[in-house]
Every structure is written in C-alpha cells, then in structure tokens.
C-alpha cells in the first residue's frame, strides 16, 4: 500500500506524542508479521490526521522499522523516500533520535535494494553515492557506507571491488552509524568462511555466540551462519548445540526465514532429513512470500537440497508440505514434486538476479547450494525423529563390499550368497540370520532349487528372525527339522525340535514347551553316544531345556527337573567339551541362567559374579556378540551394589560387542544404561553424548514414544546441569511430546516440565517457565503429602517467574498460593521468603510509603518470633532442608538468620518506599525522607547484630547488612558512624583471606564508604 495516503479506518489523532509513543511501543511487542505491518499503518495514519509533522516522522519511522523485520521488506523504499523528503524540506521537524534512526535506516534500504531483483543496478550504485554524500555531509564516518558497498559487490560476484569494500570497512572508524557490533561480526565472519577460513570466521564470530555482543537478531542470525563452517571444522557438537539453540530463537520471527533456511540446510547435510521435514512443515508460508526475494531463493534453494537428498534415500514418492497460495492451495505434494517445484523456483529468481546484475555469480551460488553433498553421515540431535528414513543397509561380514561411485552394481549369485551364508554360520555371526534370507530370496528370484540341507537351514534362520510373528517361530523350527532329517543330519534336526520348544515357552505356553523338549534332548544325548551328533548339538538341546524351565520360574528348591538342575545337566554334560568353543559358548550360556536365577533370590553378589563368568565364557568361545545381554545384567546389578566402575566396564563391553549386531532397540538401552552411570557419577558431558545415541536409536527401533522420550527427559536435564539452557529447552520440548504419566509415571512428566521452567527462566523466557511450574505443580498437588513439598517449590517458581516477568499482580497471588503450602508443610523460613517477596512486590506500584509492603515484613517478623518461641533446643530443620542462609545450627539458628534477612530488607524496604533522600531540597521531603531513614537504619542494625551472633556462616550477610547501616549513616550526616561500620566491614575479611568476587566488591565498597565518610567528616 502506498504510505502517502491515510491507512484505512484510523481511530483519529492521537491525543499527544506520549500517548502514540506509547501506541507505538505497544504494536511493536507483537508478533513480526502483517499484522504488526497492519498496526504501524494504521499509527501513521493517525499520525497524518493529526497534523503534526512530529507525529508524521516517529511514525514513518516506526513503519519502516516494522517493515525491515517482516516478510514485507519491499514496503520499505517508499516510506523511506517520503521521510527522507521531509527531512530535505524541513529538518527542524526531525529530533536528535529521529536524525540518527534516519541515517541509521539509509544501511536498511541499500541492503534491501539488493534482495530485490526489480530494482535496477543503477539506482542501488546512484543510492550508494547519496549515502556517501550525506553521510560525509553529517560528518560520518564512511564505515557504513564501505560496508553497504561491500554488500552490492559481493552480491553481484564482484570479488575484487567486494575486497576492497571490505579491508576499507573494517579500517573505518566507528562511530552512532555503524551497524552493532553482533551484526557487523556477523557479517565480517561471512565473509571470510565464504572465501574458505571456517576458523577465522568463528574467531569474528565468538564475541556473538558468546553473549558479548547482542541485538534484536543476534546471536539469532550468527548461530545460523555457524553451523556449516563447523561441520567442516569437524566440531559437530558445536554445530548441533548451536543449531538446537539457533531454532528456537528464530522460529517465531517472520523476518528470519534466511536464519531459517540454515537450518533446514543443516538437517539435510547431518542424516537428519526428517528433522528437516519437520522445519519445512513448521513455515510452509516460507515458500510463497515474496517480500524478500532473495531470502525466499535461498529457503527454495535448501528445500531443493533436502527434498534431493530424501529422494536420493527411496522417498520421492512420500507425501509432504509445500507451498500454500493460489494454484498450491489444498494441493497434496511429493518429495519429488517439491523439489522439482523448489529447484525451478529458486533457479528463476536466480535468473532475475542476474539479469539485474549482468552476471552469473547468484545462479552458480544457487547451484552449489543445491548440489552440496552430506558433512555428517549421522549427527544425532536429541529430539524425536518425525517418521524414517529409509538407508542403505550395511554389507553383511563376510558381503562383498559395495561398487565404487560410477559403476553398475555387481549383484551376487545364489551359489555366491550361499557361500557367504554357511561361513557365517560356521562362524556363529548373528548376521547369517540376514545372509540366508538374501540366498533365499535371490535363489526363489531366480527359480533355483536350494538344497535341502540349505532349505533346513533357511527355514531354521528365518524362525530366528527378530521380525518373524511370535506366532510362527515354533512352526519354522518344527519344517527345518524335518529338513535336516532328510538331509541326514539327526542332530540338528533334534537341535531345532529344541528350540521349537523354546518358541513355545517364548509365547507363554511353559507346560507345552516342557514336554515338548523332553524327547529332543533325550535324544541329542542319545545320538551323540552313537556318534551322530556332536555334543554342541547335544548341550545346545540341554540349554533350550534350562531356558524353559527358567522362563517357566522354577527356583532351586522346586522339583527334580528345576531350573538349577536343568542348568547344572548343562554343565554337567559340557565339563568334558571345554575345549570345544561350540560347547563353551554353551557353557557362558548355563552360568548366565544360573546367574539369572542367583538374581532371582536375590543373591546380588553371586549373580554379578557368575555374570562375569558368563561374559568371559562368550568371548573365550569366540563370541563375543552374545556376551550383551549378560554384561547388560552385570552392569545393572553391579549398579545396584554401588560398584559403580564394575558396572561402567560391564555396560562398555556390552556396547563394544553389539556395535556390529546390535539391533537398534539393545542400543537404546545400552546407551541409557551407560548414560545413567555417568550421569550419577557426575559426567553429564560424557553421558549426554550416551543419551543422544540412546534417543537416535530408540527412534530408529520406533521406540520414540517410550525409551526415546525417556532418554530425551534425562538429556534436557544434563544439558541443563551443563549450563545449556537453550539445548535443553529445545530436548524438553521435544520429551514432553511423548511422556505419558501411565507410561513413564509423574514425577517424570513433573520433572521435565520442572527442568524446562528452569531452562526457560535462564532464558529470559519467565512466562513460558511460569507456565511450565504451574502445569507441573498442578500434577504434584494430588500427590500424597510426601510430594506436598515439590507442589510447595513449583508453586514458588512460578510465583518467582510471573515476578521477572513483571507481572506483578499475578505473581502476589502465586506467592501467596505458595505461602499457603509452605505453612501447611510447617516449613516457615519458605513461608517467610514469600512474605518478603510479597512485600517487595507490593511497592513496586505503590512508592508512596509501602504501607501493604511494610505490613507483610511485619507479618513476616512475627511468624519468625512465634516459631522461635516455640524452638528451645537446636535440631528438626537445618539450612540444606529450608534453601536459606546456610548455618551449621538446627532449627533455631536458621530461623534466627531468617529474622537477621527480614530485618535487613524491611529497613531496605521502608528507604526505598520514602521516595527521597534526607538531602531533598524540599524540606518537608527531607524531613520525611530522614524519618524513614532513621527507622529504616533501626532494622538493618538489628540484622547487623542478628547476623554477627550467628558467626562466620553468616559472615557475606553481616558484611552487606554493615554496608547498608553505613551508606544510611552517612545519608543521615553521620560520616564517623559510617566509617566505623566501614571499618568492621574490612576487618571482617582478613588480608589473607580468599579474594571471592564478593569479598573483592564488599572491601572496594567498604573503602569507598570510608573515602566518602572522610570527605564529609572534612566539609563539615
């Protein structure tokens, strides 16, 4: 819309520059968007209606300002050029602010000449020279203008003149023009990852990421910028904390689709391709809106290069978001027909760019982003993967290994795939189990006839498949014996008749699947005396009996064919073939049963012991691939014992030898398993890491909704002990998708939204953290009363939260909630911070007296005296219990220190609520203003000498309390008082005291007191 004529419907004039100053403060705290767009003209509007061309220009202003952070950046040009004009006409019109947000916005609009296609080389080279013009004019430096040449240079592919541009916009001087310092870094460090120094760019970057320099969209943009040039440095956990911390900074803001688009581009280039659907599903608009043409190529760009890859991968054919908008709207599209569309769309705007520019340079950028190929194979995130991803499976031991690029895909022949099958099962591999479904398949696609030896063993391989139905084991088991009767070899006929037994007990059925395995290992035994079977057979026969009388739960006392006896046949029989490694896997196996029935009497000690027997007996026969299950065991164990090293080794071992075989749910497992350990060993780092791989493979297995969101609970909370706040915010988020009280039970669900409360709250985030206290503090009240104290702290979160977020009426009412809770729990130092947090919330809108304040100290000091009535003797409640002043005393000593804080902050209270000082100019307010000092003075010399009784634990205390005392002394003109607080403040820390940061500012303060007290003591 043109900005020369009223908006529609304005509500009329606003009634003076306070009142639309304010009108306007207010529309820009909503969301960035046209709605917000909408807000800023409607405000001009009413602006023009008034006249007034002060109105006029904040309100041009403020327009242009909703623009440049929105969708509708083209908007920008012709409201800039009417205020430019106004300022050319009458300048007088224009304040000190507005002059410099003027200039400011000349950097807006010469960048934003660059992102439209339409606007003409001519006319963005004619604005630079302007820029140049007025700013030497006004006396500024030509840094920003060197800067906004660098940008048309390097826009264009002008690589010298953008060198040029940028050595001379560093060597400017500063000064009010210069882009902020988070900005400029951000773009200097571009630069230079964009001419291939990854390191040099995250150098400049630093001060950005670090927190040193911010602004309204930074780190947001810079954290974006990261994420390829530390993949390429090879610091992929870098990468991935900035890319979780980096999303959720910008996924609210409308104005940050080419921060956007990093992402998604990361996505695509770490194996998280769903994770890159899930951002395109988040921002379909991002595809359509046109206001920024520059930003939309390079969303289309990465969306082109995330579709190829999920096509690449066998999921062209899936459904996914696309574009909304006229011809798009309720349209279902494909991976391959986004990527069709996304390619096209970004390479025509590429094309516009050209034309414009009269070069090729953003085409060949279009194309190389398109084109990139993967930095990270798998980089897992911590956060749920939306649905699979199909892969390449890895070649089977043994498997030829895969063509190199460019050739034609050899396949294997049946006899070849048969071959491989019988030497990994001679090798006892888990993946014969995959090896004889290839042969079968490839000699059924062949129309070839197995053998029948091969058929029993097919048949006997596919029963062991983990996704052959429960329901068909025994009877696959059952076809292969009969297969390797015909094929003459008894003994592992009687071998599978065994382990279709074991099916049977695996379906629950314990009594059939006894009886049934009765006659095979009667005849194991048998045939291996005649010499038809080998004794592996025989003992392998004797272990699946062990296992059903285990399963059925048979203890040592139970009859004579008990699980003991079972397993003890095992060994019995074995103790000869030691030697034999097929029999000595057999034998781990018999002590890894033995091991399970010690756990099951609760022999802990025993049991760990015999697991290790069994774990070492896997890997003298030479597999150790089976060994996982018992060092799982060991480790859990080991754990409960507090043999917390035993157990770290056994659970290491476990994922050594699962590495290979390992299925992706027994990794999940093992990774929260060793997770856990060093978690409550204290290596949150090291068990983070354990806990991304636990949530991956839990995903992988389609097991997010249960083991992947508990892993993802127990990573926010390390990345939370850690200090990640951002990260663990974004894995909470996440856990909470999927955590089911029924499922993972309450307190978890309680915990998570606790941890996230508090994650957002180092944020800055207090009202999305009070909201997150209320709703878990809202699943603690119906716990029992050994949960009322969690219901208590969450009530008080929430309370401290709503206050950060200065919502001061709602966090009085929280508080009290809180106090209420606190007093049913006997727990009166809690109940008491309410009351001062009450009563400091009271004076925020009062400032005339703190009458409701002073009250609630008051209250605050009674309950205190009432309970210190009632506390004769030391014991009941100590600091560590309460969260307050920490004492070595009991329940006394730490009420007392609760009286001495109460005391300091009520005399704190009553100065900051008189509203002046005893140096007024007006009399009657430095009367006033003394009173309250004096009676302010009173309390903070009653916690002096609280603090003082209570000794060195409260030494930080009664240095502060000293301080206050003395600041008020000298208020009140008495400077020989103040310094003798000073005085005692300095004693109280030793020269050879540890120099703490407190102790550093409470003796920097004391000294100034003193300086100050003997200025004063020498003018009067």
Same mark, same amino acid.
């Given at each position: 819309?043109?900005?020369?004529?009223?908006?529609p419907?304005p509500?009329?004039?606003?009634?003076?520059?306070?009142?639309f100053?304010?009108?306007?403060?207010d529309?820009?705290?909503?969301?960035?968007?046209?709605?917000?767009?909408?807000?800023?003209?409607?405000l001009?509007?009413e602006?023009?209606?008034?006249?007034?061309?002060a109105?006029?220009?904040?309100?041009?202003?403020?327009?242009?300002?909703?623009?440049?952070?929105?969708?509708?950046q083209?908007?920008?040009?012709?409201?800039?050029a009417?205020?430019?004009r106004m300022?050319d006409?009458?300048p007088?019109?224009?304040?000190?602010?507005?002059?410099?947000?003027?200039?400011?916005?000349?950097?807006?609009?010469?960048?934003?000449?660059?992102?439209?296609?339409h606007?003409?080389?001519?006319?963005?080279?004619?604005?630079?020279?302007?820029?140049?013009?007025r700013?030497?004019?006004?006396?500024?430096?030509e840094?920003?203008?060197?800067?906004?040449?660098?940008h048309?240079?390097?826009h264009?592919?002008?690589d010298?003149?953008?060198?040029?541009?940028?050595?001379?916009?560093?060597?400017?001087?500063?000064?009010?023009?210069?882009?902020?310092?988070?900005?400029e870094l951000?773009?200097?460090?571009?630069w230079?990852?964009?001419?291939?120094?990854?390191?040099?760019a995250?150098?400049l970057?630093?001060?950005v990421l670090?927190?040193?320099?911010?602004?309204?969209?930074?780190p947001?943009?810079?954290l974006?910028e990261?994420?390829?040039?530390?993949?390429r440095?090879?610091?992929?956990?870098?990468?991935?904390a900035?890319?979780?911390?980096?999303?959720r900074?910008?996924r609210?803001?409308?104005?940050?689709?080419?921060?956007f688009?990093?992402h998604?581009?990361?996505?695509?280039l770490?194996g998280?391709?769903a994770?890159g659907?899930?951002?395109?599903?988040?921002?379909?608009?991002?595809?359509?809106?046109?206001g920024?043409?520059?930003?939309?190529?390079?969303?289309?760009?990465?969306?082109a290069?995330l579709?190829?890859?999920?096509?690449?991968?066998?999921?062209? %054919?899936?459904?996914?978001?696309? @574009? /909304?908008? $006229? &011809?798009?709207a309720?349209?279902?599209?494909? !991976?391959? #027909? =986004?990527? +069709?569309y996304?390619?096209?769309e970004?390479?025509?705007l590429?094309?516009?760019?050209?034309?414009?520019?009269g070069?090729a340079?953003?085409?060949?950028?279009?194309?190389?982003?398109?084109?990139?190929?993967?930095?990270?194979?798998?980089?897992?995130?911590g956060l749920?993967v939306?649905?699979?991803?199909?892969?390449s499976?890895?070649? %089977?031991?043994?498997?030829?290994? @895969? /063509?190199? $690029? &460019?050739?034609p895909?050899?396949r294997?022949? !049946?006899a #070849? =795939?048969? +071959?491989?099958?019988?030497?990994?099962?001679?090798?006892?591999?888990?993946?014969?189990?995959?090896?004889?479904?290839?042969?079968?398949?490839?000699?059924a696609?062949?129309?070839t006839?197995?053998?029948?030896?091969d058929?029993?063993?097919v048949?006997?391989?596919?029963?062991?498949?983990?996704?052959?139905?429960?329901?068909?084991?025994a009877?696959?088991?059952?076809?292969?014996?009969?297969?390797?009767?015909?094929?003459?070899d008894?003994?592992?006929?009687?071998?599978?008749? +065994?382990?279709?037994?074991f099916?049977l007990?695996?379906?629950?059925?314990?009594?059939?699947?006894?009886?049934?395995v009765?006659?095979?290992?009667?005849?194991?035994?048998?045939?291996?005396a005649?010499?038809?079977?080998?004794?592996?057979?025989?003992?392998?026969?004797?272990?699946c009996?062990?296992?059903?009388h285990?399963?059925?739960?048979?203890?040592?006392?139970g009859?004579a064919?008990?699980?003991?006896e079972?397993?003890?046949?095992?060994?019995d029989?074995?103790?000869?073939?030691?030697?034999?490694p097929?029999?000595?896997?057999r034998?781990?196996?018999?002590?890894?049963?033995?091991?399970?029935?010690a756990a099951?009497?609760?022999?802990?000690?025993?049991?760990?012991a015999?697991y290790?027997?069994?774990?070492?007996?896997?890997?003298?026969?030479?597999?150790?691939?089976?060994?996982?299950?018992a060092q799982s065991?060991?480790?859990?164990?080991a754990?409960?014992?507090?043999?917390?090293?035993t157990?770290?080794r056994?659970?290491?071992?476990?994922?050594?030898?699962?590495?290979?075989?390992?299925?992706?749910?027994g990794?999940?497992?093992?990774?929260?398993?060793?997770?856990?350990?060093?978690?409550?060993?204290?290596?949150?780092?090291?068990?983070?890491e354990?806990?991304?791989?636990?949530?991956?493979?839990?995903?992988?297995?389609?097991?997010?909704?249960?083991t992947g969101a508990w892993?993802?609970?127990?990573?926010?909370?390390?990345l939370?002990?850690?200090?990640?706040?951002?990260?663990?915010?974004?894995?909470?988020?996440?856990?909470?998708?999927?955590?089911?009280a029924?499922v993972?039970?309450?307190?978890?669900?309680?915990?998570?939204?606790?941890?996230?409360?508090?994650?957002?709250?180092?944020l800055?985030?207090?009202m999305?953290?009070?909201?997150q206290?209320?709703?878990?503090?809202?699943i603690?009240?119906?716990?029992?009363?050994?949960g009322?104290?969690?219901?208590?702290?969450l009530?008080?979160?929430?309370?401290?939260?709503?206050?950060?977020?200065e919502?001061?009426?709602?966090?009085?009412?929280?508080?009290?909630?809180?106090?209420?809770l606190?007093?049913?729990?006997?727990?009166?130092?809690?109940?008491?911070?309410t009351l001062?947090a009450r009563a400091w919330?009271?004076?925020?809108?009062?400032?005339?007296?703190g009458?409701?304040?002073?009250?609630?100290?008051?209250?605050?000091?009674?309950?205190?005296?009432?309970?210190?009535?009632?506390?004769?003797a030391?014991?009941g409640?100590?600091a560590?219990?309460?969260?307050g002043?920490?004492?070595r005393?009991?329940r006394?000593?730490?009420l007392?220190?609760?009286l001495?804080?109460?005391?300091?902050?009520?005399g704190?209270?009553?100065?900051?609520?008189?509203?002046?000082t005893?140096?007024?100019?007006?009399?009657?307010?430095?009367?006033?203003?003394?009173?309250?000092?004096e009676?302010g003075l009173?309390?903070v010399?009653r916690a002096?000498?609280?603090?003082?009784?209570l000794g060195?634990?409260?030494?930080?205390?009664?240095?502060g309390?000293?301080?206050?005392?003395?600041?008020?002394?000298?208020?009140?003109?008495r400077?020989?008082?103040?310094?003798?607080?000073?005085?005692?403040?300095l004693?109280?820390y030793?020269d050879?005291?540890?120099?703490t940061?407190?102790?550093?500012?409470?003796?920097?303060?004391?000294?100034?007191?003193l300086?100050?007290?003997?200025?004063?003591a020498?003018?009067?």
């Amino acid at each position: 819309m043109s900005t020369d004529a009223p908006a529609p419907s304005p509500a009329g004039p606003p009634a003076d520059i306070f009142a639309f100053r304010q009108a306007m403060h207010d529309n820009a705290q909503e969301p960035e968007g046209p709605g917000r767009n909408a807000g800023a003209e409607r405000l001009l509007a009413e602006a023009e209606l008034s006249g007034q061309a002060a109105f006029v220009v904040e309100g041009l202003i403020h327009l242009l300002q909703t623009y440049n952070f929105s969708s509708e950046q083209d908007k920008m040009f012709v409201p800039f050029a009417r205020l430019l004009r106004m300022w050319d006409e009458r300048p007088e019109d224009f304040d000190e602010e507005d002059t410099h947000r003027l200039f400011w916005m000349f950097k807006w609009v010469s960048s934003g000449m660059t992102d439209q296609p339409h606007i003409p080389l001519a006319a963005m080279e004619k604005w630079l020279a302007e820029m140049e013009r007025r700013y030497r004019l006004a006396g500024h430096s030509e840094r920003a203008v060197r800067q906004a040449e660098y940008h048309i240079a390097e826009h264009v592919g002008d690589d010298a003149r953008a060198a040029r541009a940028y050595a001379a916009w560093r060597a400017a001087e500063r000064d009010a023009t210069s882009d902020c310092h988070a900005c400029e870094l951000r773009g200097q460090g571009s630069w230079e990852a964009g001419h291939g120094d990854d390191a040099a760019a995250l150098e400049l970057w630093a001060p950005v990421l670090g927190g040193v320099h911010t602004c309204a969209h930074e780190p947001h943009a810079t954290l974006a910028e990261s994420l390829l040039p530390l993949l390429r440095l090879g610091r992929a956990d870098e990468a991935r904390a900035n890319h979780l911390r980096g999303h959720r900074m910008v996924r609210r803001m409308e104005s940050m689709r080419f921060a956007f688009a990093r992402h998604v581009e990361f996505c695509a280039l770490t194996g998280n391709e769903a994770r890159g659907l899930e951002l395109l599903a988040e921002r379909p608009a991002y595809l359509a809106d046109r206001g920024e043409p520059s930003s939309l190529m390079a969303y289309l760009a990465v969306t082109a290069l995330l579709t190829r890859r999920l096509a690449e991968l066998g999921l062209g %054919a899936d459904p996914v978001v696309g @574009p /909304p908008g $006229a &011809g798009a709207a309720g349209r279902e599209w494909t !991976v391959a #027909e =986004l990527a +069709a569309y996304a390619e096209r769309e970004a390479l025509a705007l590429a094309g516009r760019f050209d034309a414009r520019n009269g070069t090729a340079a953003v085409s060949a950028g279009v194309r190389e982003r398109m084109a990139r190929e993967p930095l990270a194979e798998r980089l897992p995130l911590g956060l749920r993967v939306g649905r699979p991803v199909r892969r390449s499976a890895a070649p %089977a031991a043994g498997a030829a290994a @895969p /063509p190199a $690029a &460019g050739t034609p895909a050899a396949r294997p022949g !049946v006899a #070849e =795939l048969l +071959a491989a099958a019988r030497e990994l099962t001679e090798a006892r591999r888990p993946d014969a189990v995959r090896a004889w479904a290839d042969a079968a398949r490839a000699a059924a696609e062949a129309g070839t006839e197995l053998p029948v030896r091969d058929r029993a063993e097919v048949a006997a391989h596919r029963a062991m498949h983990p996704d052959t139905a429960a329901g068909e084991v025994a009877g696959l088991f059952g076809t292969a014996a009969g297969l390797f009767e015909a094929a003459g070899d008894p003994g592992q006929a009687e071998v599978a008749r +065994a382990r279709a037994a074991f099916a049977l007990a695996r379906e629950g059925r314990t009594d059939d699947a006894l009886a049934a395995v009765a006659e095979p290992c009667a005849r194991a035994l048998a045939l291996h005396a005649e010499g038809r079977a080998t004794a592996a057979e025989a003992a392998t026969a004797l272990v699946c009996r062990a296992r059903i009388h285990t399963m059925r739960g048979d203890g040592a006392s139970g009859p004579a064919d008990s699980a003991a006896e079972a397993v003890a046949a095992v060994a019995d029989f074995a103790a000869p073939y030691a030697d034999d490694p097929r029999v000595a896997g057999r034998v781990a196996e018999a002590h890894e049963l033995r091991a399970e029935l010690a756990a099951r009497r609760g022999e802990m000690e025993p049991a760990a012991a015999l697991y290790e027997q069994a774990a070492d007996g896997y890997a003298a026969a030479g597999v150790p691939w089976y060994a996982v299950r018992a060092q799982s065991a060991l480790a859990g164990i080991a754990s409960r014992l507090g043999d917390r090293a035993t157990a770290e080794r056994a659970v290491r071992g476990a994922l050594e030898h699962s590495a290979v075989h390992g299925r992706p749910a027994g990794q999940a497992g093992l990774h929260l398993q060793l997770a856990d350990i060093l978690c409550n060993t204290g290596r949150d780092g090291e068990g983070a890491e354990h806990l991304l791989e636990a949530a991956l493979w839990a995903d992988e297995a389609g097991d997010a909704a249960d083991t992947g969101a508990w892993a993802r609970h127990h990573l926010g909370g390390a990345l939370l002990r850690l200090g990640r706040a951002a990260e663990a915010a974004a894995v909470l988020e996440d856990a909470l998708a999927d955590l089911d009280a029924d499922v993972h039970g309450e307190g978890a669900v309680v915990q998570t939204r606790w941890w996230l409360g508090d994650a957002q709250g180092r944020l800055g985030e207090h009202m999305q953290a009070a909201e997150q206290y209320v709703l878990a503090a809202e699943i603690a009240a119906t716990w029992p009363r050994d949960g009322a104290r969690d219901h208590a702290m969450l009530a008080t979160l929430a309370a401290q939260s709503l206050s950060a977020a200065e919502l001061d009426t709602q966090a009085a009412r929280a508080y009290e909630r809180a106090g209420a809770l606190w007093r049913d729990l006997g727990d009166v130092p809690a109940l008491i911070r309410t009351l001062r947090a009450r009563a400091w919330l009271a004076l925020r809108p009062e400032q005339a007296g703190g009458a409701a304040g002073r009250a609630l100290m008051a209250d605050a000091e009674r309950e205190l005296t009432t309970a210190l009535a009632t506390t004769e003797a030391p014991g009941g409640l100590d600091a560590a219990e309460t969260g307050g002043t920490r004492v070595r005393g009991g329940r006394r000593d730490v009420l007392l220190a609760e009286l001495a804080a109460t005391h300091r902050q009520t005399g704190d209270l009553i100065t900051a609520a008189v509203g002046g000082t005893p140096h007024d100019p007006d009399e009657s307010g430095a009367a006033a203003a003394r009173a309250a000092y004096e009676e302010g003075l009173t309390h903070v010399v009653r916690a002096v000498a609280g603090f003082a009784e209570l000794g060195p634990d409260c030494r930080d205390e009664y240095t502060g309390a000293q301080l206050l005392a003395a600041w008020l002394e000298a208020d009140l003109g008495r400077p020989g008082e103040a310094a003798r607080r000073a005085r005692a403040v300095l004693a109280a820390y030793p020269d050879d005291d540890t120099a703490t940061g407190t102790v550093e500012s409470r003796r920097d303060e004391a000294r100034a007191l003193l300086n100050y007290a003997g200025a004063e003591a020498a003018g009067s």
